[in-house]
């Protein structure tokens, strides 16, 4: 089977620079991936209108505070590709896509391939998230953007966390959720194995306003959603099923057909 899409639950930035569970289980991911590029949709790159990167060299953005200077010294120096780049505002019609060449790859996306695919040599791109529009349309870019990953071996990845209150997170309870997290979390990946689809569903479930306090960590579960709606008979696979601090999903979907 080829994976199509992944969504991870990024978690804390200092996952860049850790040797933990959720990051070994990212690096055995990556060792058994060759796509020929990538497309972020990360919660970081939060958007009025929809972006892609366009440029040959993406920066690496340290979008946070308040966390170690190693942190922010860390460069994940992968290159773009402008040609990627205009298949996506092809594919992605009619959705009209902006070639972008001021952003480069945020933490939600290298924090991440940093452990998957430590070399940096697989060309990197970031799709912003239009904040204007409506959850359905989200999934629905989505199932258009899978032609990249059929057509094309671009792997489509979603960061971001079902669960993220960070106004509720217990920085010490290490890795445990709250009993509604623990429900929600469960209940969109019910969704995500038996009908993506139905994924808007969640938007009635009792947790969902503690859940998704602010709609940016979900909305990457959306594209993947779609992603996987397109596939004939696709094999979805959960990874790091788990919460931690409380109000933190770190669980994650692998997408193959």
């Known amino acids: 089977m080829t ?5 991870v639950g990024h978690g804390s930035p200092m996952n860049a620079l850790e040797d933990n569970d959720y990051t070994r289980t990212w690096a055995s991911l990556g060792q058994s991936m060759t796509p020929r590029a990538i497309l972020s949709v990360s919660a970081h790159w939060y958007t009025r209108g ?31 590709d ?13 959705t009209l896509v902006q070639s972008d060449h001021n952003w480069g790859l945020d933490h939600g996306t290298w924090s991440v391939l940093k452990h998957m695919f430590p070399e940096a040599t697989i060309p ?5 998230i239009d ?18 990953a059929k057509e094309h071996n671009v792997l489509i990845v ?21 009993g509604w997290a623990d429900d929600f979390d469960l209940a969109a990946a019910e969704i995500m194995r ?13 947790a969902y306003s503690r859940a998704v306090p602010t709609p940016d960590h979900f909305l990457p579960l959306a594209y993947v959603a779609g992603v996987q709606a397109a596939l004939e008979d696709p094999h979805v696979d959960v990874f790091n099923d788990r919460r ?11 997408i193959s057909a």
Do not use: C
């Open 194 to 206: 038996e009908d993506p689809e139905r994924l808007t569903a969640l938007m009635d479930h009792d």
């Open 244 to 254: 931690t601090m409380g109000s933190l999903s770190m669980t994650g979907y692998r």
């Open 3 to 7: 994976t199509h899409a992944l969504f």
């Open 124 to 128: 990197v791109l970031q799709l912003s």
């Open 82 to 94: 402008p040609e990627i780049s205009e298949l996506v505002k092809d594919i992605a019609k009619p």
């Open 50 to 80: 929809t972006g892609v990167t366009a440029m040959t060299n993406p920066k690496t953005i340290h979008d946070f505070w308040g966390f170690p200077p190693e942190l922010s010294a860390i460069e994940y120096a992968a290159p773009g």
């Open 131 to 148: 904040a204007t529009k409506p959850f359905e349309e989200h999934v629905a870019l989505g199932t258009r953007l899978a032609r990249l």
């Open 158 to 178: 979603g960061s971001g966390n079902v669960v993220h209150n960070l106004s509720m997170v217990q920085w010490h309870a290490g890795d445990t959720g709250f």
